[in-house]
């Protein structure tokens, strides 16, 4: 039977929620990898080092005995962050980015930034700090397509952003698109992306064509074919600038199926199985392990981990629920398992 052997990768950005669903969750996500960035659009969002620090408890308790994970907290930027929450944030060993969500653009943004330029004075600190900036790139106004919209936001905010701050770490996070590649590309080794599996592996049809199906609708929205096909030669580049992030997103299955359905795939249960069907189909497993396991940990100059995990081509059909989740592809087949972690 084949198998493939990897050092055991880590997830730069994922979401775990609180109370019930963290429950249900977290052990997925500590089965596969040793670190994650985890997301602080929670209600009410993670703002400050003392809520990331109770959050982190909250996240260690759900750990399941015998694993090994550490979560990397974020804050969450808003227009009443100060300069004084990015220097506390950079003095405490568990906070590792903050996070920028424009406001309204998805899940829980809310209390996000309204206008990019009024927290410049913020960047400057991140620079001076050294903590990276995570971006959700997409602009959020009524006129714009919302397939249009990652690729304004880098147009209208990123180039300024990096021109601006040349020494700032930025993640473009999720990228969706030709343009965003081509932006990260061509931008200095501060500046870097993640990739989520099912960007990788959908287009929008997936989504939309012959039904509407809502386990597929997340933020940014999947694009048309041309966009997922520059995505999988990103990462299977061998660029560092690309590594794994999955933006494992779950909701409750009714929140999804609904007039209004929130957006976000639920992946955590299978993350490296789905992004090892992605890599396979571009002939391309050999890159696997530099994207999963070594250019997010060089980015955040944390050490690569040193133990392994084994998948092996067998293939399973994913169970309809997790708990109250409906995840990525229910019902259907996936040809890789993962058996050692
Ligand atoms: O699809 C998404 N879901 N995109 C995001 O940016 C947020 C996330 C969530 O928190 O549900
Ligand atoms: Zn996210």
Known sequence: MKTLTITRPDDWHTHV???????????HTAAQFARAIIMPNLK???????????????ILQAVPTGANFTPLMTLYLT?????????????????????????????????GVADVTTIYPLLAAMEKYELPLLLHGEVT??????????????????????????DLRVVLEHVTTREAVQFVEAAGANVAATITPQHLLFNRNAMLAGGIRPHY????????????????????????KFFLGTDSAPHITHTKENACGCAGC??????????????????ALDKLEGFAS??????????RNTDTVTLQKSPWTVPAVYGEITPLKAGENLSWKLISA
Do not use: M, W
């Open 217 to 240: 609708y997340c933020l940014p929205i999947l694009k048309r074919e041309t966009h997922r096909q520059a995505l999988i030669k990103a990462a299977t580049s061998g660029s560092a």
């Open 79 to 111: 227009a009443a962050t100060t300069v004084e929450t990015i220097k506390a944030a950079a003095e405490c060993e568990h906070v590792y980015a903050f996070k920028l969500y424009p406001a309204g653009a998805t899940t829980n943004s809310d209390a």
């Open 17 to 27: 929620r609180n109370g019930a669903i963290l429950q249900t969750v977290l052990p």
């Open 44 to 58: 009410p969002p993670v703002t400050t080092v003392a809520h990331a620090l109770a959050y982190r408890e909250e």
């Open 141 to 166: 106004d009524e006129s714009c397509d919302i397939f249009d919209r990652e690729r304004v936001f880098i147009d209208r905010h990123l180039t300024a952003i990096t021109r601006d701050f040349p």
């Open 294 to 303: 070594f250019y997010g940990a060089d980015f955040y100059r944390l050490p």
């Open 266 to 283: 639920y992946s955590a249960f299978g993350a490296l199985e789905l992004y090892a069907e992605a890599f396979e189909q571009a002939d």
